[in-house]
């Protein structure tokens, strides 16, 4: 074989390698390219599950590839942020030095209401479109406290307030004084209206032993009528401005109804009572309050009137079996002059006796009329009769 025969066959030897060559790569070509897609259909159907994803900042973008959504962390722990497609920032859940906190916000920015927690618990706020707190419900260490406030000011509007021993409410005028106040606790329930000098002017509810009760006071919170319930029964109280003087009124558990005009001291000038025996009493006293007259009723059923000098009676008008008495008395308290309807004779009778209650002198208008003295101690009797 020549030379150039030589060289032919060589060179169709090598293009016979390269095409078979070319097609051992083409069937593995193939081959890869069915495996990737049968791979990446099998990815499209079933993701692999990733156990943890660490990022120290996480954004969510919206179509123009402004955050909508950001979770990142702060100082004090977590913090996910929302956004508006306006782009206000309208809500905000963190975590605080006290516990977790939620904020919103409205589209011009203005916080609107939150979730807070605090030392004694959570607090729950709502506010305006300004900004300011239009309320809030709070715990308390033993309770919770719930606020309204005033349009145009944080000031407290209404409060209640709730704890272990009582729940009260309180209602304010525009200017932050108290104007109305009311409750209960363990010692009953009260209703207490609060004037413009931050004075109560008036109270209904229960006293000390949890029995009813009421209070009118002035402007400056002396207590003008009163009223409530005592062992008797009602009892009404009506003071002077100074507190102290004026009017009761009243029942006694034993007797019954009483009555006393007391003078600016407090102490008692006249008063009406009912006595042991069901009768009445008048009585009109000193400044002091010491008896000066009593008219009531005696004790053989009659009406008696009586004249005080000190502790000391020194008169007594009443009546008898026989008719009626007059007792003058000495400081001693011993009858000096004894006069009225005689018990042993018929007509009138008129005694005089000395500092010892001793009869010295007596006159008597029947049978006939007679005028006697007697000795000091009673034993001599001397007679003087008319012709």
């Given at each position: 074989m020549t030379t150039v025969e030589t060289r032919?066959?060589?060179?169709?030897q090598q293009l016979q390698l390269i095409k078979n060559q070319s097609r051992r790569e083409r069937r593995i070509g193939l081959s890869c390219a069915v495996v990737l897609g049968a791979a990446t259909l099998v990815g499209f159907t079933r993701a692999p599950v990733l156990d943890v994803i660490q990022a120290s900042r996480l954004e969510i973008l919206d179509a123009e590839g402004k955050i909508s959504c950001l979770l990142s962390s702060t100082p004090t722990g977590g913090q996910l942020?929302?956004?508006?497609?306006?782009?206000?920032n309208i809500a905000r859940l963190s975590s605080s030095e006290s516990g977790g906190d939620l904020a919103l916000w409205n589209s011009a920015g203005k916080p609107v209401a939150g979730i807070f927690a605090n030392s004694t618990g959570g607090r729950v706020e709502v506010t305006r479109g300004d900004g300011q707190i239009a309320a809030y419900l709070e715990a308390t260490k033993d309770g919770s406290d719930f606020v309204l406030t005033r349009s145009g000011s944080e000031e407290t509007s209404m409060q209640f307030s709730v704890n272990a021993a009582r729940s009260e409410g309180i209602i304010n005028h525009?200017?932050?004084k108290q104007a109305l106040r009311f409750g209960m606790s363990d010692k009953g329930s009260a209703f207490s209206v609060v004037g413009d000098a931050e004075k109560e002017i008036a109270y209904f509810g229960s006293d000390a032993k949890q029995a009813g009760m009421f209070r009118i006071a002035g402007s400056d919170g002396a207590t003008m009528i009163e009223g409530?319930?005592?062992?008797?029964?009602g009892e009404l109280f009506v003071h002077e401005t100074n507190g102290a003087g004026g009017c009761?009124?009243?029942?006694?558990?034993?007797?019954?109804?009483?009555?006393?005009?007391?003078?600016?001291d407090g102490k008692p000038a006249v008063s009406f009572e009912v006595q042991e025996n069901q009768g009445g009493r008048v009585a009109v006293r000193t400044a002091t309050g010491?008896?000066?007259?009593?008219?009531?009723?005696?004790?053989?059923?009659?009406?008696?009137?009586?004249i005080y000098a000190g502790a000391t009676r020194v008169a007594a008008l009443g009546g008898g079996p026989t008719g009626g008495l007059l007792?003058?008395?000495n400081m001693k308290g011993k009858a000096v002059v004894v006069t009225g309807a005689a018990s042993d004779a018929d007509g009138g009778l008129l005694s005089l006796r000395n500092n010892s209650g001793q009869q010295t002198v007596r006159a008597v208008a029947e049978p006939s009329g007679e005028v006697a003295s007697y000795s000091s101690d009673g034993t001599r009797k001397r007679v003087l009769m008319a012709p």
């Open positions: 032919l066959e060589q060179l169709e942020d929302v956004w508006a497609k306006g782009g206000a525009a200017n932050g409530g319930m005592s062992d008797g029964g009761v009124f009243g029942n006694t558990a034993a007797r019954g109804g009483f009555s006393e005009i007391r003078n600016h010491q008896f000066a007259a009593i008219m009531d009723q005696g004790k053989e059923e009659s009406g008696t009137v009586q007792n003058l008395f």
